[in-house]
């Protein structure tokens, strides 16, 4: 499927309240990148974003819309990326 307004489409398995969603790898990787990427659902994403910038962290990607929610992606101080999501209500 051809990207969209939110980037590529993804394929989404769901098994009991986890999920594993798959994406098309856009680049070539750097040695050493994991291709495993934890998606973590916080309760305000704005508040996390702000304590995590502020303590130093590199921001790979800056908070932005995503269908049903906004993220903002991270790297560790050992170079693992992390997605943070705000969490919808019904996941409180």
């Known amino acids: 499927m051809p990207r969209g307004e939110y980037g590529h489409p993804w394929i989404e398995l769901r098994i009991g309240n986890a999920a594993v969603m798959v994406f098309p790898l856009d680049d070539e990787r750097a040695a050493g990148t994991p291709a495993l990427v934890p998606w973590v659902y916080v309760d305000d ?15 790979v990607e800056e908070p932005h819309p995503l269908p049903g929610s906004s993220l903002y992606v991270a790297e560790d101080p050992e170079g693992n990326r992390w997605a943070f999501l705000q969490a919808r209500r019904t996941m409180r």
């Open 45 to 59: 994403l704005e508040e996390h974003f702000s304590r995590v910038k502020g303590a130093g962290a590199t921001i």
